[in-house]
């Protein structure tokens, strides 16, 4: 029996020789996010470069909330090729199919619910050109919800303008810094170092991490993706809900040490861990008002994987407000702030 969860990095076969290969292969995993399809599709479609240049193909993982392929032949009118799992296999298992059935040099595994900005394949296509040693490149993105519209978050430019990143496995061994619709890969990579493993959080920080190990990675500055937010499903959502994200990442954290030298795996542990502690201890913050339950499994989590000073800060935010009550901590908060001079006057909460 096929194990959900796989220990070790699934091999991804060689294509045979002498079958007639496009460049791209654009592979739409999908599982319970039907309402979005449709834009990530026609995303895919406005920019298509013909059959002979591009594959496009939605493999679905027994999906149950819409008729997913009565829409790929509604919307793709023959264009997009459609496959169904035979049993529901679990997010790593239907990358590592998105990946075994794409026959294109460079793969793009676009999930059902983001969706690339006009010009994103193109500018992919120049960096490989431009850098022909690079095994994946990526460009910046940006964050929408789910009503489609952009999040004001804005993610910094590694680079000012397009080009390999110098030493990106230092970058990414210390937190992520992108997210997957901006990421493509070229299949001969995936054919080296295996597909996703050993977590269902964190996975493709591992995995550019494992990438950038042995490759080097280009980068455009350019916002040509969208990651989706905020939309209340998915394995993220739940894993918040759960607690499962912080053994996964405390997981992946380990992983990659093995990636980086010796000398620097400490010191990028203790900064992962914190920095991700932080991280979950706002989330925490956040997810008070609506699950207090959820909220305190991410802080007693994120205490247990570091203790740093700005940690400490927002676990003890979040227990004032635990106690206090989340309009009852605002509100003193907000009369705290009217007694202060005007030079402290900025909202720190």
Not at 87 to 116: K, P, W
Not at 207 to 227: E, G, H, T
Not at 273 to 278: E, G, K, L
Not at 335 to 343: E, F, M, R, V, Y
Request: with cysteine; aromatic share 12%; hydrophobic share 35%.
């Amino acid at each position: 029996m096929t194990q959900r969860t796989p220990q070790i990095p699934p091999t991804i076969e060689s294509l045979p020789e002498g079958i007639v290969r496009p460049l791209w292969s654009i592979m739409i995993p999908t599982y319970n996010c039907f309402g979005y399809v449709e834009e990530t599709l026609k995303s895919v479609l406005s920019q298509d470069l013909g059959k002979e240049i591009m594959q496009i193909q939605i493999v679905d993982d027994c999906s149950t909330d819409g008729d997913v392929e009565g829409l790929v032949n509604k919307i793709g009118q023959g264009r997009v090729e459609f496959n169904k799992q035979c049993v529901n296999q679990g997010s790593l298992r239907n990358f590592e199919t998105c990946i075994n059935h794409a026959r294109g040099h460079y793969i793009h595994i676009l999930h059902g619910d983001d969706r690339v900005e006009p010009g994103f394949y193109k500018e992919i296509s120049d960096l490989f050109a431009l850098h022909p040693e690079a095994g994946a490149a990526f460009t910046n993105f940006i964050f929408i919800d789910y009503k489609s519209q952009k999040v004001d978050l804005i993610n910094r430019p590694l680079l000012s303008k397009p080009g390999i990143i110098s030493d990106f496995l230092s970058l990414i061994g210390k937190r992520q810094e992108l997210q997957p619709p901006a990421m493509v890969v070229k299949r001969k990579v995936y054919e080296e170092l295996g597909s996703f493993y050993a977590v269902h959080f964190g996975e493709d920080w591992e995995m550019w991490a494992r990438i950038a190990s042995k490759f080097q990675v280009a980068y455009s500055p350019n916002y040509l993706a969208a990651y989706r937010l905020g939309h209340g499903t998915g394995i993220s959502h739940n894993y918040f809900l759960t607690g499962q994200n912080i053994p996964d990442i405390k997981k992946v954290i380990n992983i990659i040490q093995t990636y980086l030298p010796e000398e620097k795996r400490a010191r990028y542990k203790r900064f992962a861990s914190a920095y991700y502690a932080t991280y979950c201890v706002r989330t925490a913050n956040s997810l008070l008002s609506v699950n207090k339950n959820a909220a305190l499994i991410q802080t007693k989590g994120a205490w247990k994987m570091s203790k740093d000073l700005e940690t400490s800060f927002w676990a003890l935010r979040f227990y004032m407000m635990y106690i206090l009550g989340y309009k009852k901590f605002i509100k003193k908060m907000q009369s705290i702030k009217k007694g202060l001079p005007k030079s402290f006057s900025k909202d720190k909460y």
